[in-house]
């Protein structure tokens, strides 16, 4: 039997069209909450693959998405390349020395050997696979890492910013470092990635979530080509992974995509409508109610039937504009995902 998520991806017709929440395992859920307790912190859990595998199954059993995503983070890369990650409570994540310089760069670990240092992910992934296969119920798992770029903004700057000043200060006045890192980062996520279709996950996404922070003219040459280049990687050796592109607030983009990939991830300032009409032909669609309408389930009812009216023809897959937040009732997420599921049947 083929999973409906994966056929979706594929644009092959399913009986409805498949649901999932970005960041669908995490602190709306108190199941979730109560295991990162257990782990003591949210790094031991993405280190614990027994505890990751039960947040990343959590999901399924309570909201009823059709996909599962793999319990880690994006920054689990640069915290292997030797930059000594962590997560501070209240403030988010923390890098202690930030790149400033080649030097700083050439210190790092790099390609093959930092993916290899991943070993607990391909861990989680297949004790996953495992478990999915004996569920018998044709769960898509989705692996994922960050864009280049994103992966990037934290390494110059040390932490999440608001302004991105200093990573573009480098993209003005040293673009050749910047570039430098950008290649080398999309070097190890190759090879993870690689080793993460090889431990068993179905697709692949690819989260460019400050792609807002580059110009439009800008965007391709600082972000896209390596998010390609990844896809480009990935396809000539797995060609049957589909591989979702997620990047987050770049509509003036829509006219320039380009690539070998299967869906393209729409945020919720793009209108469905214009994504349809600009790429619908080329990928499948996901996206992208605004997240916040998760606070009111009539909002929420709202949102999908317009969704599943725009995307009546097929080639979409439902999920949010951006991640789930962590103060959203349970029980509005079940709504949402019953809704999607309710609205879409064919
Ligand atoms: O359910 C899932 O989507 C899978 C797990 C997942 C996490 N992070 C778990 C997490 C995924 C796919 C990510 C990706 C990620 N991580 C992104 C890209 C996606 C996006 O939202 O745009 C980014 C930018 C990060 C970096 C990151 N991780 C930040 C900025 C933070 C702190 C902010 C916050 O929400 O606390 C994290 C921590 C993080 N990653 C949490 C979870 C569940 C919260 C940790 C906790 O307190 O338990």
Known sequence: MSKIFVDACLGKETPYTPVWMMRQAGRYLPEYMAVRAEAGN???????????????IQ??????????????????IPDEMGMDLEFIKGFGPKFNDPLTSQEDLDRLI?????????????????????????????????GFCGAPWTLATYMIEGQGTKTYNICKKMM????????????????????????????????????????????????????????VEIADYLKSKYPDTPIIMFPKGVP????????????????????????????GDKYVLQGNMEPCRLYSKE?????????????????????????????VPVE???????????????
């Open 42 to 56: 949210f790094l031991n859990l993405c280190h614990d693959p027994a505890k990751a595998a039960e947040v990343t």
């Open 59 to 76: 999901p399924l059993d309570i909201v009823g998405v059709d996909a599962a995503i793999l319990f880690s983070d994006i920054l689990v």
């Open 110 to 142: 790099g390609g093959e050997e930092a993916a290899n240092k991943l070993t607990y992910v391909y861990d989680t992934i297949k004790l996953l696979r495992k478990q999915l296969d004996e569920r018998g119920d044709e769960i898509a798992l989705i």
């Open 172 to 227: 003005y006045s040293n673009p050749e470092l910047l570039h430098n890192i950008l290649r080398e980062v999309t070097e190890v996520v190759k090879y993870y990635m690689e080793k993460q279709i090889e431990s068993g996950i179905d697709v692949v996404q690819i989260f460019d979530s400050w792609a807002a922070a580059i110009e439009p003219d800008r965007y391709d040459e600082f972000s896209w080509k390596y998010m």
């Open 252 to 279: 003036a983009f829509l006219d320039k995509v380009y690539g070998n990939f299967d869906v393209y991830g729409v945020d919720w300032g793009t209108p469905m409508e214009l994504a349809k009409e600009k790429l």
């Open 299 to 327: 909002a929420t009812t709202e949102s999908v039937a317009i969704l599943a009216e725009t995307m009546r023809d097929g080639r979409h897959i439902f999920n949010l504009g951006h991640g789930i937040l962590p103060d």
């Open 332 to 346: 509005n997420a079940k709504h949402f995902v019953s809704e999607c599921q309710r609205l879409s049947k064919r």
